[in-house]
């Protein structure tokens, strides 16, 4: 499967919920379902990292799905505010790579 950019991903995202009368979720409805993923994705990881074994009668789940239902939910989100996600990235490393560019100690004297 080739990758998508997340463009792509947007524009599959909202083809997805255009076919539907309801449309995209308020966006305080889409906060509250994203805190709720956040806290499935936790108890995921706290599952397979953490000291809390699942029962037997918990059902299968991943971390990968989980976070794919986080991308789905901030693509969602993205989509209702009319928010670019690419532009959105750029604009975060743009803010990591000056702001917090010494805070880390750097593997080579490399610049990114």
């Known amino acids: 499967m080739a990758d998508k950019t997340l463009k792509e991903l947007q524009e599959v995202v909202d083809r997805y919920i255009s076919q539907f009368k309801e449309g995209y979720f308020s966006p305080l409805a ?3 379902r994203m805190s709720e993923e956040v806290g499935e994705l936790a108890r995921e990881v ?3 990292f953490g000291e809390k074994p699942k ?4 059902e299968d789940n991943s971390i990968e799905l989980e976070l794919g239902d986080i991308l789905f939910i901030t693509i969602c989100f993205a989509n209702s505010l009319g928010i670019d996600l ?3 990235h750029d604009k975060i490393m743009h803010k990591f790579n000056t702001r917090d560019a010494n805070r880390w100690t750097r593997l080579n ?3 990114p």
């Open 55 to 58: 029962k037997a009668t918990e």
């Open 30 to 32: 889409l906060l509250a």
């Open 109 to 111: 004297t490399e610049s």
């Open 46 to 48: 706290n599952h397979q």
């Open 86 to 88: 690419t532009e959105a």
